[in-house]
């Protein structure tokens, strides 16, 4: 309840895009979790034909994410919401019906390019219509695109019970909803003519020592989640010798995630500037890397995944409430595109580095992911002790939800 009265408290446009990354992550997690078990098991796909088919999705939305959000600039972040939109059921649908390589590469492709263009547009579109409540807003998006993330694998196995088509013709269903609520309820926002062209736009963003300074430092945070998909349900697997303890893992973080993330951004945002709390994230979820080495078992490791949760509730509001304010509003989503860009490329470097220390020493993908928290955490506190961070205009006092009369 305390969460649905601050819903109310923003703009529409701010409403209905929290919805849609609830209903994005749904579909999202309802298909892609059981994707590789489908290409392998249902139609003989050989190992080097999957990774093909998920490099390709990542790939192509990883790689992408910089045109998005210049698309977003340029043509208006509605539009490329719903174009978005439209392009993962395309995907989806195709992943459904594809039986040969060659469509399956395409429903990839057309699945990636579609996350490259709406990712960066919603946040644009949040971070606009937001204001000066950037933080409340990109915390309460994160409270509802993981209870997408917990719904989306939960459906997909009653689904799988029937067959891959159902979950894929669901999850293609659920983006065509989507794309047919945006065209008809999100409102238009002009767009102001560019005065030069996008290459020009791109060297603007990419000259931007400072911004470039703040992303490199941040994407740890970005790497060290995808560690909730690689290392932690591994650790929780080895631990117990039970597949279901993967569940456990992404259930610990849900509930963390659903019951403080509000009350953590909310309190911390009246107690300093959004940069101040930036390094405390990262060092907080690197102690989430050293708890499993320090307490064996399940409990080490559901205690790391909590930790994680909170250097990353901690820090990841005030991560994208301060991306805009490095640069003019005209470039919004160009900036969220690169920001994307360097984080997706830290994290398939992190995640390749930790898969590699998984074969050698016990300690050793631990320890990398905790270094690479400290990392993260000491340039960001560098580039706040330096000035090198912007100062974007103050949250209006407001009391909480439950203090509301």
Partial sequence: MRTLRLVRTFPLPVRLLLVNQLGVNTGFYLLIPYLAGHLRRDLGLSALA?????GLRNLSQQGLFILGGS?????????VIIAGCALRTAGFGLFAFGGSLNLLLAASVLSGLAGALFNPAVRSYVAH???????EAFALFNVFATTGALAGPLLGTVLLLADFRAAALTAAGIFAVLTAAQAAALPERAVPAPPRGVLADWREVAGDRRFLAFAFAAAGLFAMENQLYLLLPDAARRATGWEG?????FLTGTLANLTLQLRLTTRLQRHGPPARWLPA???VAAGGFLLPLAVPGLPGVLGGVLLLQLGLMTAQPFVLALIPAFGRPALTGTYYG????????AAALANTAVGRAMDGAAAAPWLLCAGLGLG??????RLYRTGRLPVPAPAPTRPLPSEAR
């Fill in 338 to 345: 690169l920001y994307y860009v360097v984080a997706g490329c």
């Fill in 376 to 381: 993260s955490s000491a340039a960001l506190a």
């Fill in 129 to 135: 219509e937001a204001a000066g409540r950037k933080a």
């Fill in 71 to 79: 698309a977003a600039d340029r043509l208006g972040a509605r539009r």
């Fill in 50 to 54: 999957v990774g093909a088919v998920l």
């Fill in 245 to 249: 303890a993967v569940g456990l893992v």
């Fill in 281 to 283: 994230g990262p060092a």
